[in-house]
């Protein structure tokens, strides 16, 4: 078995000093009032490149032959990865070629050109992150280039890991005993780091590796005894969506990680709106997991000192709407239906009056008439103001149509419709 040691994690510290940001360990008044216990995130979201991937990238690279790296390296990633192995390649000189899923938002890859510059070319493979990834390796193979691994690397791992030194040099200084450290999961590079070496300093300390509900590849592995390829995964999280962890990751998450959680989309979501109107933290949707899960751990982590890693704030500003939407619908405020409405007129004035409540509103109404019909099927978005107004919404549409679908009960409708 491959364990990462706190020796190794302290050796990678010593060798990025000057290359990364040491990011604040920043007391959260919200977030602990909220909880009742002592909240501080990690502020990875401040690193150069928005993340904490900078670290082992530019760790691993450093690790690299000079004489491999002549003929330069290559990488697969969701985004934040990539922008770390573009930035130490702009630095040292290093050409790269970046693999990125089709599904990585357009922001990510804008800034990647913008670290790499001339240094690094981008090719767009690939539906999920492993797509990209099994492309990269074989194209690097062929070129004979290091291939960088996002997370399954015990030199990624170290480099990953020095969040943690600077975590306890900071709780040092604020004389502050760690209860717990929360961390996003994707390929379980930052965990596998965070863990061997907060273990090292501070076995007390309890580890809590969070990840999307819709990409839960290490409860997967912990489940089968090794890593597995899930079937499918829900990719909203980019940052974290990964259908097999790697082996090393695994290993030494296995040994170290205490608690695995897993949070619905919608509640990293509404964490992420959270941290952006009472905090003005920008975090991106696998920055958001850490924060996300203190809602599944508000009973155990009462008068206890917390540290969440916000890992990442790579946010593309174009998916707020969709943020927004998610958020609203997990918090059960937004809803929608198809409904049969009479083909007469009136018919839409008597629904709002007879059927809404006072603050109830219309966010979506599409319609097209039907010939010789006495009906026809409406898809309607509803936004209530508060969520405990549903049953009585309900109950009062069942006796305008005793026929209509609630589309959150019926996922391909909404996927189709919505």
């Not at 580890?207 to 079937?231: N, T, W, Y």
Request: contains cysteine; aromatic residues 8%; hydrophobic residues 40%.
């Amino acid at each position: 078995m491959s364990l990462l040691t706190k020796k190794e994690v302290e050796k990678a510290y010593e060798s990025l000093k000057k290359a990364v940001t040491h990011t604040p360990l920043q007391y959260d008044l919200y977030l602990s009032q909220k909880y009742h216990c002592n909240v501080y995130l990690k502020r990875e979201d401040l690193q150069k490149v928005r993340s904490f991937k900078l670290r082992g990238a530019y760790y691993a690279i450093k690790q690299t032959d000079p004489e491999l790296l002549k003929n330069g390296v290559v990488c697969a990633s969701a985004g934040n990865h990539a922008q770390g192995v573009a930035y130490t390649c702009q630095e040292m000189k290093v050409p790269a070629t970046i693999f990125m899923p089709t599904t990585t938002p357009q922001q990510k890859i804008s800034q990647v050109k913008f670290f790499g510059g001339s240094e690094v070319t981008v090719q767009i493979i690939g539906d999920t992150f492993d797509a990209s990834a099994k492309a990269a390796k074989e194209f690097a193979e062929i070129n004979q280039k290091a291939f960088i691994d996002p997370f399954n690397d015990m030199n990624i791992m170290a480099g990953q890991g020095t969040v943690a030194v600077e975590v306890f040099e900071d709780a040092k200084l604020l004389e502050r005993q760690i209860d717990y450290i929360v961390s996003a999961i994707g390929g379980g590079g930052l965990i596998g780091g965070v863990a061997a070496y907060t273990k090292g300093i501070s076995p007390m300390t309890a580890i809590v590796g969070v990840e999307p509900f819709g990409a839960q590849s290490m409860r997967a592995a912990f489940d089968a005894g090794k890593p597995v390829m899930l079937d499918e995964i829900e990719k909203f999280v980019d940052g974290a969506a990964v259908k097999e962890v790697g082996h090393l990751t695994y290993q030494n998450a296995v040994e170290n990680v205490d608690q695995l959680l897993a949070v619905d989309e919608g509640q990293v979501c509404s964490t992420i709106l959270e941290l952006y109107t009472k905090q003005a933290i920008v975090a991106e949707p696998a920055g958001a997991l850490s924060v996300a899960a203190l809602e599944q751990m508000k009973d155990e982590i009462k008068g206890k000192t917390v540290v969440c890693i916000i890992s990442g704030g790579n946010n593309d500003i174009n998916r707020m709407e969709e943020i927004e939407e998610r958020s609203l619908i997990f918090e059960g405020l937004k809803h929608y239906f198809v409904i049969n409405f009479p083909q007469r007129p009136g018919a839409l004035r008597e629904f709002v009056t007879d059927i809404l409540g006072p603050n109830d509103d219309i966010t979506r109404f599409e319609y097209t008439k039907k010939v010789n019909r006495g009906t026809g099927p409406v898809i309607l978005g509803i936004l209530l103001k508060e969520k405990e107004e549903l049953p009585n919404l309900l109950k009062k549409i069942a006796d305008f149509d005793p026929s209509y679908i609630d589309l959150s009960d019926n996922p391909s409708l909404y996927a189709l419709l919505v």
